[in-house]
């Protein structure tokens, strides 16, 4: 967490290499990304408390696997 919030607030003084007026970060595409983000951390949350773990390892290896195909 400590390289996350590090790695930001090194970004947010940075400009973008091409576009000089604009930053490096892309607040728009961070806006879009965020409510999936807890989204998806809502269910896991869910899974997590409802599932087994046996279940929940069958799950993330079948979505490795579906990955990688």
């Known amino acids: 967490m400590g390289a996350a919030v590090t790695t930001v607030a090194y970004n947010l003084g940075l400009k973008h290499p091409i576009q000089t007026d604009s930053p490096?970060?892309?607040?728009?595409?961070?806006?879009?990304?965020?409510?999936?983000?807890?989204?998806?951390?809502?269910?896991?949350?869910?899974?997590?408390?409802?599932?087994?773990?046996?279940?929940?390892?069958?799950?993330?290896?079948?979505?490795m696997i579906g990955i990688v195909l």
């Open 24 to 63: 490096v970060i892309d607040y728009d595409i961070a806006m879009v990304l965020q409510p999936m983000l807890l989204l998806g951390i809502s269910i896991g949350v869910i899974f997590n408390s409802i599932f087994p773990t046996w279940i929940l390892t069958l799950l993330l290896i079948s979505v």
